[in-house]
C-alpha cells in the first residue's frame, strides 16, 4: 500500500491509474469531481455502514449484467427496509451519465452504493432518516485486479457471516469479518484468503466466489454463508451451456488442497486460477484446461450480454 494513502491528494497520492486523479463521482443527482465528493458526517453509511452496493464492470461500451445488480440492489435495499429510494431508472441514468461523463467505455469499474441517507441526528435508529436514501455512482478506470495466470491464497481464521448472524444475501457495506480477513492475506504475503462458514465448510474469498474443478466436474459451496455472485452465476450458466455439469455441495479444505483446478470469481476480478493454498499445490500449479476455457467464454458473455450505452 503507498506510504501516502490516507494523507494528501489526488495529486500526490500513488493512484493504481492516474486518470482517476481526474474523475468525476456521481452523490445525489450532481457530478462532482473526486476532491468534492462526499457525503455527510450524518449519512448512515458513516454513522453504521448502513447502506447496499454493487460492483459493475463496463467492457466494450457496455455494463455487464446490469439488470441482475440492479435486482440486487433493490432486493438488498429492500430487506434493509429504505425508505425514500431513487427509481431504478434513476439510478440507470445516473450510472450511464456518470460514464459518459467521464468517457469511460471499456476498462472500467463502477462502485454503485446506495445508503440509508442522511440522519438528522447521530444515532442507530432508522427514524432519524428523514431525507430519503444517498445515490453514490463511482466509476474508475480499473482493469481486472487478480493476475489472470494465477493468484495464491490462505485459508483465514475469521468466519464468514451464517444466515443465523446476518444473511449474505442482502449485499451490505457491513465488510468488517471480510476485511479482516484481508488483513490476514496482507500479512501472509498472498493475494487473498478463502473463509470457512461456522460449520468448517469453505464459503468464498474475502472479495469472491470459490470454484473447483475434480474430473471435470464443477464444484462450488451452497450459496449460503456466502454471497451469490452475479459473476458467480453467469460462470456456472455458461459452464453448463458448454456441457460442463455444475454441482453446489459443502466442500472442505481437504478438498480444496487436492482439487484439480480452482479458481474465483467477481466483477473486480473477473475469473482468476488460484494457484496454491495454504502451501499446497493445487493440480498442476498452473491455469488448469477447464478455468482457461471458462476465462475465455466467460468474457465473450460479457463482451456480448452487457447493456450498451452511448
Known sequence: MPASVGAGTPDTMQLPDARNAEILVHV??????????????????VQGGDAVWEGLRVYRRRVADLDRHLDRLFASAHAMAFKGMPSREAVRQGLFETLRANGMTDGAHVRLTLTRGEKVTSGMSPHFNQSGCTLIVLAEWKELVYDPQGIRLITSSVRRNTPQCLDSKIHHNNLINNILAKIEANLAGVDDAV????????????ATNVFLVRAGTLLTPHADSCLPG??????????????ITVVEKNLSLTEVYTADEMFTTGT???????????????????????TIRLQRLHAERAFADGEPFI
Open 268 to 290: 473486480m476480478g473477473g475469473l482468476a486460477p488460484v494457484l496454491d493454498v495454504d502451501g499446497r499445490r493445487i493440480g498442476s500449479g498452473a491455469r488448469g484446461p477447464v
Open 230 to 243: 452475479i459473476t458467480r452465476t453467469a460462470v456456472m450458466e455458461t459452464a453448463r451451456d458448454d456441457g
Open 195 to 206: 473463509m470457512l462458514d461456522i460449520n468448517g465448510f469453505v464459503s468464498e474469498t474475502n
Open 28 to 45: 445525489d443527482g450532481e457530478l462532482k469531481p473526486r476532491s468534492e465528493a462526499k457525503v455527510s458526517v450524518f449519512d448512515s453509511s
